[in-house]
């Protein structure tokens, strides 16, 4: 028999999932979130851990992501959801980059998203190890923050289970969701039926198994990231994410200045554009250092042709152009994980009604940590008005 009528139903307990459901408990609705593993396991624990706003366009996206440091923020102040401002720094390696750093500080003085130039002698004072040869000046978001990504969803579930209208069951698989006319009927492996007047289904996973011919006709497809922690470096501090100048020439707010097109292409080592490799730094809580990343793409179809393996070749790109950046107590590397992301090729997210209501949402690609928490909460506005 079918269980009691949620409001919203929410598949799926990763960040997109978990954060509608937040907003949607703030609404004061009843919600219902499944998730088919024991716990999330995928793209949100798996990921390098910082909400970097900085690196989106000024658009719509760097306001998703700038609110979501404010939801952060504000869990963090009642719940302890491994949430640290201890800002963002991206590290000009020659006078090209420096330009662009320079332009997007104009740029982000003009959205009133707070910033500030450092020269080179404030990088090297502020960034223990940081090799002089390297760097030039840097650009530093003090707003942004950095999060264990291994504790932070746990983290939030546990804060949303503390919260009234949230009745949260993992280990459930959906086997079928079907439009009853004034509600949507969701059907668990075990046989139970749920009502929902909405339906979102926020899980990739359960998007292709649901929906197998709107997944596979979709232009979803799936990146595969490589990343490694080291063992703890007593002693030493790195404070906030650090990215190089690779990361410079590749993230979207940077495209908008207007010496981008100035870049020289050809001064960047082959392999990492074919690895799409671009190095930052993150120390976590333990005081280890995770270090990334690279980027290999495949169509969500033959998203298996990427496999699980570590590529040591890569892993070893990225500690070359690292220990080119800093000098630091060790390099010794305890863990290497791969993450895995789905994005659109054509659009910034997938976000469609597949039968009356019911959305599929995700695929929302690289900026899952950063811009999920504010979207989700745009996304619940939209859908229940």
């Known amino acids: 028999m079918p269980s009691e009528q949620f409001d919203c139903i929410i598949v799926g307990a990763g960040a997109l999932g978990s954060f509608h459901a937040y907003h949607a408990l703030k609404r004061g609705l009843r919600v219902l979130l499944l998730e088919k593993d024991e716990k999330p396991m995928e793209a949100t624990v ?36 491994s949430v640290r401002q201890n800002g963002t720094v991206y590290l000009a390696s020659n006078r090209v980059e420096q330009t662009l750093i320079e332009e997007l500080a104009a740029i982000n003085e003009k959205q009133g998203y707070a910033s500030q130039l450092l020269d080179k002698e404030v990088c090297l004072e502020k960034y223990p190890g940081l090799r002089a040869s390297y760097c030039v000046g840097g650009l530093f978001f ?71 011919s709107v997944f596979y006709n979709s232009d979803i497809e799936v990146s595969k990231l490589q990343m490694m922690r080291t063992t703890p470096m007593e002693g030493y501090v790195l404070p906030g994410s650090v990215l190089g100048g690779l990361s410079i020439r590749r993230y979207e ?71 080119r950046m800093f000098n630091m107590p060790h390099w010794n590397i305890a863990k290497q994980w791969n993450g895995y992301y789905a994005q659109r090729k054509g659009h910034d997210i997938f976000n469609e009604e597949v039968e009356p209501n019911t959305w599929i949402v995700t695929a929302i690609g690289g900026k899952g940590m950063t811009g999920s928490a504010g979207y989700a909460e745009k996304n619940v506005e939209r859908i229940f008005g």
Not at 51 to 79: H, N, T
Request: aromatic share 10%; with cysteine; charged share 25%.
């Open 46 to 81: 798996r990921n390098f851990g910082q909400a970097v706003p900085s690196g989106m366009s000024s658009g719509k996206w760097q306001q998703f992501g700038r609110r979501s440091l404010e939801i952060y923020k504000d869990i963090q102040s009642k719940f302890d959801i």
């Open 142 to 212: 003090p707003d942004e923050v950095t999060i264990e990504p291994d504790r932070l969803i746990y983290a939030v579930l546990a804060y949303l289970k503390e919260q009234p209208g949230l009745v949260y069951k993992p280990q459930q698989l959906v086997r079928s969701v079907v439009s009853k006319g004034d509600y949507n009927e969701v059907e668990t492996a075990d046989g139970n039926l749920h009502r929902g007047a909405k339906v979102i289904i926020c899980s990739g996973r359960d998007f292709q198994a649901l929906y197998p």
């Open 253 to 323: 707010s940077f495209h908008e200045c207007p010496s981008y097109k100035k870049l020289d292409a050809g001064v960047i080592d082959e392999r990492f554009r074919k690895w799409g490799v671009h190095v930052l730094f993150k120390q976590a809580v333990d005081g280890s250092m995770i270090i990334g990343d690279s980027h290999e793409y495949a169509d969500a179809r033959v998203a298996g042709e990427l496999g699980f393996d570590n590529k040591p070749m890569v892993n070893d790109i990225i500690l070359e152009e690292a220990q």
